[in-house]
């Protein structure tokens, strides 16, 4: 069965403090994607990385990176010097390959970023 | 380029009535998807469609159901309304399977 974790419920942080969010996720498939979506105070979920399981490069997005590593079934999410805007609900999800659609959302975690 | 939306923004029933969520998907974006983020439960798959047919559905009750229409835009039905189903209702849209999907700013229901 396919799962994933996000064993930090909230997370509060100093603005310019590095933070990592961490996903741990269970699957059987091969062929698999993994997601970052960030839920802002507004509530619309905002798409922030794709990464499929043949692609182990980690990526640099200005103050986000991503570390995928397959052999501990894990993707986190790192913020660099992290702003007031950053805070937020972040989501991890998983999608298995062959036509399922749906995404398998963590239960995420609140990152607070106070000034 | 408009993003998904999703109407209305807010809605208000009370038990044992219908209520009807409308999404129309990104310009180009033939997949649509359903979820319910309800406190506590997290965000949970309801239904997914793609060019008209339903694809795929979560491990939802039969009065959840929706349908695609030829301009890709869907509706999701909620029937005999329960106090459990108020929650945030996300519509999201993709241009197919494993794409990203991009949501809308959600349908929140409320049942009295």
């Known amino acids: 069965a396919q799962k994933v974790t996000q064993a930090q419920t909230e997370i509060s942080v100093v603005e310019k403090e590095d933070v990592t969010l961490d996903c741990v996720y269970e699957?059987?498939?091969?062929?698999?994607?993994l997601f970052w979506y960030k839920q802002p105070p507004s509530g619309e979920l905002v798409f922030l990385i794709r990464?499929?399981?043949?692609?182990?490069q980690n990526e640099i997005s200005g103050r986000y990176s991503w570390n995928f590593q397959k052999s501990t079934s894990s993707f986190n999410f790192t913020i660099t010097a992290s702003q007031v805007v950053d805070s937020a609900v972040y989501f991890c999800a998983l999608s298995e390959g062959g036509s399922q659609g749906n995404l398998i959302f963590g239960k995420g975690t609140k990152l607070s970023v106070k000034p | 380029e408009a993003g998904v939306t999703q109407s209305p923004t807010h809605l208000i029933k009370t038990r044992g009535q219908q209520a009807t969520l409308r999404c129309s998907p990104i310009s180009g974006h033939t997949s649509v998807y359903w979820y319910q983020q309800a406190l506590g439960l997290g965000l949970q798959f309801l239904l997914w469609?793609?060019?008209?047919?339903?694809?795929n559905r979560g491990n939802f009750p039969p009065r959840f159901s929706g349908r695609q229409f030829p301009n890709y835009s869907s509706e999701l039905n909620v029937n005999a309304l329960e106090l459990e189903d108020s929650a945030l209702y996300l519509c999201?849209?993709?241009?197919?399977?494993?794409?990203?999907?991009?949501f809308g700013d959600g349908t929140r229901l409320s049942i009295l």
């Open positions: 999201a849209s993709s241009l197919g399977e494993d794409q990203p999907q991009h």
């Open positions: 990464r499929n399981s043949f692609d182990e």
């Open positions: 699957t059987r498939d091969t062929t698999y994607y």
């Open positions: 469609y793609d060019e008209g047919e339903e694809r």
